[in-house]
């Protein structure tokens, strides 16, 4: 198959079989030889591009420092991250009922481990948001939003009854009373 | 609802524990042992010359057949307790046993060989003298009973009555003994004391009386001790205070003829009742004329009566037990005599002549912690060369049976006095020689690093040497055929196992005399000790204790534990004589049956009860406290060490007594001088309720869990006071509207009643189970006429007064009592509840039935918070609805087959593992057997299926490496490209 020769004006082929000659690439520079005129797309009759010129257009990349805005967006979206969260997890709370198994199992473990692994990698969120200029009022905000989210995971918790705060969850724990008195005897024998 | 409870019924039947075995296990963890009693009549089967059965009747009431080979049982018929089924006579007849029952109620005949039961009638009323078989020209076809009044006459092949006679006079005539000479006559003997014999003669044919003639007879009065009839009808009595034979021709009715013994040469032992030994081996035909006559406890002569005459045809002294015996037209006697202290030696002589046979001694070694030999039993029979082999079983007086062979092979030996264990304990076996080892080398003092270092060393390679012995051993036996491989039990080679399941049982076990014997449910008149290793059953040692009091009371105690190495166990057994108060004391290794060389010490006051206190001296013997009838104490053992504890914990010690003749329940406190003070006294009145029972807890028992999940997870907290009685009474009144059955809670050191609940229009007998914080009691409701079961459970409520110490002084309030009864559809024979190490898995019931079975009835059934109306909340804590029916479920049966017979007591004992019960059931038969109330939970399964798990981990783990060298391979192709 030929390839279009790229984007400059050399075009670079690639032959199958066909011809005589057998190259791997060839870089043709002579404007006689159109061979290949009929392959170019959108080419102006004759015009030939210098290399390295392309037709489309090639879009801005070159960030724009000084658009403060959307940094601070961008932060907020991060900090708000958890506590939008909270609405969905309420929802799969309410879905997974109080039973225990596995699935709600499941479920309540992804809940606190989500929070809990935020937490943890807290300083890796604060330098994420060290350009912004609310950076401490963003990192409260995220603070709060996964305590939050571990709160409900605990709160789910205790609903299923996971949480040993019921005195029967210490029973096994009580050790039997020491005997203050001996005793012993029977009928007279 | 009635779906949701179903629902429930069903989930609770699905998920309940069963205790069933699967088949193949029958066997593997349980035994049992059959027994039959004390012998009262034995035959030997001999109508097939190849039968090796011997037939007896006991004083059990048990009528069986065992295999002479080996001892075992062919079959066993149990018939009722005491005098309604007491067997009276057996007669055997070809294959065909005659029995007379219960005071002459019954006639029964069985066939021998399968134990099947021919023909049985009821016989009319009146009481039981005698009976004999009736023969016709050598064709024995009757049966003769003798009552007190009428003679009847049954046919032997169905039991039909031919006649039945009025005897005459029996107003005055004691008629006491039935003869038949196989000539067409009966005769029937009675006496009028101190007057004269009456002798009536019927026709066979007919029961016509044919004569009838009195001989005067001033000196007898009982014919069956000591007459006999011998050779041609000769009727042949004995009299102890004229020292003289007595000789009546019961054909011609002649006077009778005194033959002063001086005459013939033999001599009465002084203060010897003389008595005759006879001997009919047919019954068509006459008794052989030659017969024994004891003279002294050791003396015997034989005896025969020619033409008249009597002659002397040899005199044995010392001679213990004599015996006639018959094969075809052979008639032989055999003679036992002691031969030194532990041997005694066994001869046949001809009837005839007296004189010895060749090569027919046999030596029986005694044992020494045996009794001496009772009763003889001899079999004899032709060897090919026509000259006479005998084997013979030997009756000791502690209930034992040995059969014997030439040259003084014993056969086997049955220990018959397993039938009437009394107590028992379970004690853990020691620790092996090299484990032990181990066990000491922590114990001793420290001696330096380096000998520390090397006896560590030392003992390592000793268990390492054990370890290769035990391997080699293993390999060995593999190699020999598996019947060669024997598995027999000694002491050398008990050991604890692993788990601490094999343990050694103690058994206490009463020898009753029927001799100066009271009616009374404790005559015991001597005592077998035994141990038995409750794995297999074999019994490892045995100790026969005589001259015990006949009327006593014991109490078996472990005072040491095979813990502390090198001390060795103790027991003690506590044996009080019941008339004099005066009590003794036996302390023995329970492990080898030695008597301990620890003398106990000599209680010279009578004792009323004794207390093992947990106190140890410092041997780690525990301390047995005695109280006297002056209630003052002594302890045992009472060295300086045990006295100074003593007194420092004084003020602890309670003990208290219950007097049930005077209904008194009465406390005392030790006081520091071993001088007791009384505290506190309850007086129930004897005369409206008697105290049956008072059961404490076991001091063995432990409880994990301090209370009970509620439905909401709050805790409900037991009240678990260690010195809770439950008392039981009954009331003495037994009219059925007005009778009661009454249980009473109380504090064993305060005396404070915690609880009082009274069963109306109920009677006993009450059995009681006490543990915990419950007590269930099972008693028969007069008024429903059914058993019904009581359960009683305390609880301290939600919150725990005092959860580090438990003081009855200290205990303002009183527990919430909780009580619910259940109906039981079956009557039942004794109550256990099963007992484990740490009290984690949950209770069963172990109820003993009178058909033999034991069931083990989970606790959870008896449960007084079943609920009524189902809750969420029941519902949550697992609560089985109400229902009044128990119900009985044949899986629950431990025994599966295996009945007990007359079950009387279930021990249970914890072993080392948490989940596993060992329960022994005693009555006539003996089982051993473990439960798992909670199932095996701390054990794999015997099926568990080790070659599919480990093959399974083998091919992961291959599969993990091959995946790994491949995922290698991949890598490196990939890092070419």
């Known amino acids: 198959m030929a390839s279009p020769g790229g984007q400059g004006g050399g075009a670079l082929s690639t032959r199958g079989g066909g011809g005589a000659k057998r190259m791997k690439w060839a870089l043709e520079l002579s404007l006689g030889n159109t061979r290949s005129r009929g392959d170019r797309q959108g080419g102006q009759g004759d015009v030939v591009y210098p290399i390295g010129y392309s037709e489309k257009p090639v879009p801005d990349t070159s960030i724009q420092e000084t658009d403060k805005n959307l940094v601070e967006k961008r932060c907020w979206d991060v900090a708000l991250g958890p506590l939008k969260q909270i609405p969905m997890n309420l929802f799969i709370m309410y879905m997974s009922g109080n039973t225990i198994s596995i699935f709600p199992i499941m479920m309540v473990c992804m809940m606190a481990w989500r929070p809990i692994q935020a937490l943890m990698s807290m300083s890796a969120t604060f330098k994420l948001l060290e350009s912004s200029s609310q950076q401490w009022l963003q990192g409260l905000v995220y603070l709060i939003g996964n305590l939050l989210g571990s709160a409900l995971a605990i709160y789910k918790c205790q609903s299923m009854g996971l949480l040993p705060t019921h005195s029967s969850d210490w029973l096994a724990f009580i050790d039997p009373p020491q005997r203050m008195e001996i005793m012993g005897g029977g009928m007279v024998l | 609802m009635a779906k949701l409870i179903l629902q429930w019924l069903k989930f609770v039947v699905l998920c309940g524990t069963v205790g069933a075995v699967f088949e193949d296990q029958v066997g593997k963890f349980d035994w049992r042992q059959q027994y039959v009693g004390k012998v009262r009549f034995a035959h030997f089967d001999t109508h097939v010359q190849s039968s090796k059965k011997v037939v007896v009747a006991t004083e059990k009431n048990v009528f069986a057949a065992l295999n002479t080979r080996t001892g075992e049982l062919f079959w066993r018929h149990v018939d009722k307790t005491g005098s309604e089924g007491n067997i009276d006579a057996l007669l055997l007849q070809g294959a065909d046993a005659v029995l007379v029952v219960g005071n002459g109620r019954l006639l029964r005949s069985w066939e021998v060989n399968i134990g099947g039961l021919n023909w049985e009638i009821l016989l009319d009323s009146g009481s039981f003298q005698s009976a004999c078989l009736v023969g016709q020209q050598d064709n024995v076809k009757y049966v003769a009973v003798l009552k007190k009044t009428v003679i009847s006459l049954h046919y032997l092949s169905n039991g039909h009555q031919k006649w039945i006679e009025n005897l005459p006079d029996s107003e005055t005539v004691d008629y006491q003994a039935v003869y038949s000479g196989g000539n067409g006559e009966v005769y029937v003997l009675g006496v009028v004391p101190h007057s004269h014999i009456a002798v009536v003669v019927y026709s066979v044919d007919d029961g016509e009386i044919l004569k009838q003639f009195s001989v005067e007879a001033a000196w007898l009065s009982n014919i069956q001790t000591s007459c006999a009839v011998v050779g041609k009808g000769m009727l042949t009595c004995v009299d102890s205070t004229t020292l003289s034979l007595y000789m009546l021709d019961l054909h011609t009715q002649l006077q009778m003829t005194q033959l002063p013994l001086q005459t013939l040469g033999l001599e009465v032992d002084p203060g010897f009742h003389p008595t005759l030994v006879s001997t009919q081996p047919n019954a068509a035909r006459q008794p052989l004329s030659e017969f024994f006559l004891q003279l002294g406890p050791e003396h015997y002569v034989l005896l025969q009566l020619n033409n008249g005459q009597i002659v002397t045809l040899r005199d044995f002294k010392p001679a213990m037990l004599v015996s006639f015996a018959t094969t075809g037209e052979k008639t032989v006697a055999a003679v036992m005599s002691p031969k030194n202290k532990t041997a005694c030696g066994l001869n046949l002589f ?9 090569d027919t001694t046999l030596i029986f070694n005694m044992d020494p912690y045996g009794g001496k030999p009772e009763t003889l039993y001899v079999q004899a029979f032709l060897k090919k060369d026509d000259s006479v082999g005998y084997r013979a079983i030997v009756q000791t007086e502690d209930h034992t049976l040995t059969f014997l062979q030439q040259p003084g092979r014993v056969m086997w030996t049955r220990e018959e006095a397993l039938s009437d264990v009394v107590t028992m304990e379970m004690v853990d076996l020691p620790l092996t020689g090299t484990q032990a080892e181990l066990e000491g080398e922590f114990g001793k003092k420290a001696d330096g690093l380096m000998s520390m270092v090397l006896k560590r060393l030392s003992s390592q390679f000793i268990l390492l040497q054990a370890w290769v012995s035990h391997l080699w051993k293993l390999f060995y036996d593999a190699r020999k055929p598996r019947s060669q491989v024997k598995n027999d039990v000694t002491i050398e080679n008990l050991s604890r196992d692993e788990f601490n399941l094999q343990k050694m049982m103690v058994m206490v076990t009463a020898i009753r005399k029927p001799v100066n014997c009271r009616l009374h449910s404790f005559c015991f008149s001597s005592f077998k000790l035994f141990g038995i290793d409750s794995k297999t059953g074999t019994i490892v040692w045995k100790h026969y204790l005589d001259n015990i009091p006949s009327n006593a009371a014991f109490k078996l105690m472990v005072q040491r534990t095979t813990a502390h190495f090198p001390h060795p166990p103790q027991c003690t057994l506590l044996i009080k004589d019941k008339d004099t108060g005066l009590a003794t004391l036996h302390v023995f290794n329970p492990i080898f049956g030695k008597k301990s060389h620890i003398t106990p010490p000599a209680l010279p006051q009578p004792i009323l009860q004794s207390l093992l206190l947990p106190l140890m001296d410092q041997d780690y013997a525990k301390v047995l406290l005695l109280v006297d009838d002056q209630y003052k104490v002594s302890a045992f053992p009472s060295t300086k060490n045990v006295l100074q504890q003593l007194q420092e914990m004084a003020s602890s010690i309670f003990f208290y007594l219950v007097d049930s003749s005077q209904g008194r329940l009465s406390g005392y406190r030790l006081r520091t001088d071993l001088s007791t003070e009384l505290i506190w006294e309850v007086v129930i009145p004897p005369e409206i309720q008697r105290i049956v029972s008072v059961k404490g807890k076991r001091p063995n028992e432990h409880v994990h869990s301090q209370g009970r999940v509620m439905g909401d997870r709050s805790v409900l907290y037991k009240y678990l006071n260690p010195n809770l009685l439950a008392i039981v009474t009954e009331s003495t009144d037994s009219h059925q509207e007005r009778s009661f059955v009454g249980i009473l809670l109380i504090d064993g050191v305060t005396g404070r009643i915690i ?96 058909s033999g079975g034991i069931l083990s009835l989970p606790k959870m059934f008896l449960d007084p918070r079943r609920p009524e109306i189902v809750t969420e909340q029941s519902r949550e804590e697992n609560l089985i609805p109400y229902a009044p029916e128990l119900p009985i479920r044949t899986e629950w049966y431990i025994n599966y087959n295996q009945t007990i017979s007359r079950v009387r007591g279930i021990y249970t004992a914890p072993s080392g593992l948490e989940s596993t019960c060992l329960v022994v059931a005693y009555g006539l038969d003996i089982y051993q057997t473990r439960v798992y109330p909670s199932k095996q939970f701390d054990v794999l399964k015997d099926d568990y299926d080790y070659m599919l798990i480990s093959s399974v981990l083998f091919a992961l783990f291959f599969a993990t490496m091959i995946s790994k060298r491949l995922a290698e391979v991949k890598l490196l192709n990939r890092a070419w490209r």
């Open chain 2, 350 to 358: 001809s009837a005839d002549t007296g004189r010895r046979l060749l």
């Open chain 2, 755 to 850: 609880h009082e609940a009274v069963q109306r229009k109920t009677k006993g007998p009450v059995h009681v189970v006490h543990s915990e914080n419950w007590v269930v009691y099972e008693y028969w409701s007069t008024k429903s006429r059914r058993n019904e079961f009581s359960v009683i459970e305390l609880y301290e409520g939600m919150e725990l007064y005092n959860s580090t110490v438990f003081s009855s002084l200290d205990r303002p309030h009183a527990p919430q009592v909780l009580q619910q009864s259940y109906i039981f559809p079956s009557a039942i024979s004794t109550l256990e509840a099963t007992l484990t190490e740490k009290g984690i898995t949950s209770r069963h019931l172990l109820i003993g039935l009178p």
